[in-house]
């Protein structure tokens, strides 16, 4: 039988009687600690008008976030993603605990608002420090390749998901159908750059070519999830969309990026230099926060989605992706940032599955979609291989490279699921479920893929 860490450990038990002495408290496995911490209150008192009280409100996110967070180290553990089990709990308890958390008295999860807000607060925190990572130069830097394969990889699987999407939910709008195909176009490369690093391949040609790519899927990606979400928001409002309409769409997007990138080079610096001039610990974090949110609102009233406005504030801080901070801190914002994101962005992922509907799955229709989504995704990114012009590089690597789609693609689906089109949501329920599965599988199935592609060249 295996031994699991802290249970079998003699350093680590607790007293006979199975009941732990106040000395032996701090030597509770992990688990247990973690299981103690989350054991359901009595049930707590509704507020007025059947809405949860603040105090349930604030137990929940304690709760959702730590199971989140042990989840994450559960999936790190086992050489995943940390997203993958964030996102796997919260499938586990939006479907096989539901009933449990409903008869304890916190049914109000899945749907209650204000775990919704603070769920969208760790995107705009997630896109921001995306942003703050992103290398300008890098993209210059690595060479039309990288390009081409950014840009074959981002039309390849839009085109395929819009066209599978097309054949398997013939009644859903064509909105909806190019909303699917986008959902598959961005790629995650922190999973990838992680199985990169683990190789030692971090400074390989097909790293960097990946690397470059996945910047230029994720900024064309935010693009057409930008022309999208404005050409839904358009359709509702009874305006139509037109050739016309889009390519203003296309303007407003390219503009918004352009214009808060190409301020970023003049502005980071005289931000940092105030930010140091009140000489307070911690002030960059609420500058950039400022900026970040600031930006998001500023992107929204251009009728663009507000992660647009959030990544855009990052580059815009920091457009070398070099780590500003100030001569007063002895860490960069990201670093300042990590509290702020290890709370917010894991409540958004166990959300996110809680919203899968695991029965929505035993529809024929829902799973071959799911099964023909993973394939489209799949082929999508391994055509962008096509893209490399560089002689020597491991195409199959950087095709698999470019896959998994992790924590971009989930922020598709959760803006889809929540946008409205003919008074239905844009995503529905089913095709919600069959995009999680998508990025559940390319998640998983990269880093093997690219160690085996690595051996096989070898």
């Given amino acids: 039988m295996t031994s699991i860490p802290g249970w079998n450990s003699p350093k680590r038990s607790m007293v006979d009687d199975g009941a732990p002495s106040g000395k032996n408290i701090g030597r509770l496995p992990p688990a247990l600690l973690a299981f103690l911490l989350v054991i359901p209150v009595p049930v707590l008192a509704a507020g007025d008008g059947g809405h949860p009280a603040?105090?349930?409100?604030?137990?929940?996110?304690?709760?959702?976030?730590?199971?989140?967070?042990?989840?994450?180290?559960?999936?790190?553990?086992?050489?995943?993603?940390?997203?993958l089990g964030e996102l796997l709990i919260g499938v586990l308890l939006g479907n096989v605990a539901s009933s449990l958390l409903t008869r304890?008295?916190?049914?109000?999860?899945?749907s209650d608002p204000t775990l919704q807000i603070l769920a969208e607060m760790g995107v705009l925190i997630l896109l921001f420090d995306v942003g703050l990572e992103v290398d300008l130069r890098a993209l210059v830097r690595v060479g039309p390749s990288a390009v081409l394969v950014g840009l074959i990889g981002v039309m390849a699987p839009l085109l395929l998901g819009w066209a599978v999407a097309a054949w398997l939910l013939p009644h859903?709008?064509?909105?909806?159908?190019?909303?699917v195909g986008a959902a598959l176009s961005a790629t995650s490369v922190g999973i990838t750059a992680r199985v990169l690093k683990d190789l030692g391949k971090m400074q390989s040609q097909e790293a960097q070519i990946i690397v470059g790519a996945a910047v230029i899927d994720d900024i064309l990606g935010l693009v057409a999830l930008a022309i999208v979400s404005a050409a839904v928001a358009a359709a509702s409002g009874g305006s139509g969309v037109s050739v016309v309409s889009i390519l203003g769409i296309v303007a407003r997007a390219v503009l918004f990026l352009g214009v808060t990138i190409g301020f970023g080079r003049f502005l980071s610096v005289p931000i940092v230099r105030l930010a140091s001039w009140t000489r307070q610990r911690g002030i960059l974090l609420v500058f950039g926060l400022t900026l970040c949110f600031s930006l998001a609102f500023a992107a929204e009233l251009v009728g663009l989605a507000g992660i647009i406005g959030a990544f855009a504030a990052g580059i815009m801080l920091d457009p070398y992706g070099e780590g500003v901070r100030t001569p007063e801190e002895e860490t960069t914002l990201s670093e300042l940032m990590h509290p702020l994101s290890s709370l917010f962005v894991p409540l958004f992922f166990v959300l996110i599955g809680m919203k899968v509907a695991l029965g929505n799955l035993t529809d024929p229709t829902a799973l071959l979609l799911g099964a023909m989504l993973v394939v489209s995704a799949l082929a999508g990114?391994?055509?962008?291989?096509?893209?490399?012009?560089?002689?020597g590089v491991n195409r199959l690597a950087v095709g698999i490279g470019m896959v998994p789609r992790g924590e971009v693609g989930l922020v598709f689906a959760g803006i889809g699921s929540s946008l409205v089109l003919q008074g239905e949501?844009?995503?529905s329920p089913g095709a919600f479920s069959a995009i999680v599965v998508m990025v559940l599988v390319t998640t998983l199935v990269a880093p093997v893929g690219l160690r085996w592609a690595f051996r096989r060249s070898s």
């Fill in 54 to 83: 603040f105090g349930p409100i604030l137990f929940s996110l304690g709760m959702l976030v730590i199971i989140a967070k042990f989840a994450g180290l559960a999936s790190e553990r086992l050489g995943q993603a940390s997203v």
């Fill in 104 to 110: 304890a008295g916190f049914g109000f999860i899945r």
């Fill in 172 to 179: 859903s709008p064509t909105l909806a159908h190019v909303f």
């Fill in 381 to 391: 990114k391994l055509l962008a291989a096509l893209g490399v012009l560089k002689e």
């Fill in 425 to 427: 949501a844009v995503i």
